[in-house]
């Protein structure tokens, strides 16, 4: 399953830009949000205490914020669940935006951006990783009205990749907390890739999802939440962030006022 020929067949990013308007002529159609091609978050998937030896992966470095051995998965996902990209590479102390900020697609995304700013392509994420024109995170401390009701559509958009993080592992149950990997962080994150390759073929040929496994675990909205900038001071922040306030502020007067 993580031979490239089989990985990169069945999971992988649009490869070009009619895929992306595919993607984003998808998610018009169901949420009425323009500019959206995927969703992407991350998600805990427990590992036993790994034995390294390695300097730059020593054992405490898996333990998460909620004191349990893990590897922080990062998932993007379409409007149908369909996973387009996995990165099952980090220790569970690593944070979301750590992963983002090293990902491929954070570099390919942003580099759509740069080419043409007006051809607009974005993910959507929650407060813990930072709003750029290739990634919109909802807006904190919104205003009652239109910024409330952009927040409330794109966190229902967003709630697709908590979804498809549900459906995974409810599929896949080896990945849910309480199982936990008995393998070390290099098997365990190919056996991810392989549940994850599992999970699209299932869409694909449009398997059922089995009864669900009830499981107590919180849902990370994004506790490391960015603060809000003021309007005044926009001009002081960085730029991409200047930019993705005002694509934010666009969407917000042309799809929310009513």
Not at 42 to 61: G, M, R
Not at 163 to 190: D, E, I, M
């Amino acid at each position: 399953m993580n031979q490239p020929q089989i990985l990169n067949n069945w999971i992988h990013f649009p490869r070009n830009i009619e895929e992306m308007q595919a993607l984003r002529t998808s998610f018009f159609q169901k949420y009425q949000f323009p500019g959206v091609i995927g969703c992407v978050d991350c998600t805990h998937i427990s590992i036993v205490a790994p034995h390294t030896d390695d300097p730059e992966f020593p054992e405490y470095i898996y333990v998460n914020r909620k004191n349990y051995h893990s590897i922080n998965v990062q998932l993007i996902c379409d409007s149908n669940l369909k996973i387009m990209n996995v990165n099952a590479q980090f220790p569970g102390s690593t944070h979301d935006a750590n992963i983002w900020r090293h990902s491929q697609i954070s570099t390919l995304m942003e580099n759509i951006y740069r080419r043409d700013p007006q051809n607009v392509f974005f993910l959507l994420g929650d407060s813990g990783y930072p709003t750029r024109p290739w990634l919109l995170t909802p807006i904190q401390n919104p205003t009652a009205g239109p910024e409330e009701r952009f927040n409330d559509r794109l966190c229902s958009i967003r709630a697709t990749i908590e979804r498809c993080n549900g459906v995974l592992k409810n599929r896949f149950r080896c990945l849910l907390k309480h199982r936990v990997l008995h393998y070390s962080p290099t098997v365990a994150g190919q056996i991810i890739n392989s549940c994850c390759v599992l999970h699209n073929m299932c869409i694909a040929n449009n398997v059922p999802e089995p009864p669900a496994e009830q499981e107590n675990e919180d849902i990370d909205y994004g506790i490391y939440a960015v603060e809000n900038v003021p309007a005044e001071n926009i001009g002081r922040v960085n730029p991409d962030l200047a930019a993705a306030r005002v694509l934010q502020q666009n969407i917000i007067d042309n799809h929310f006022r009513q």
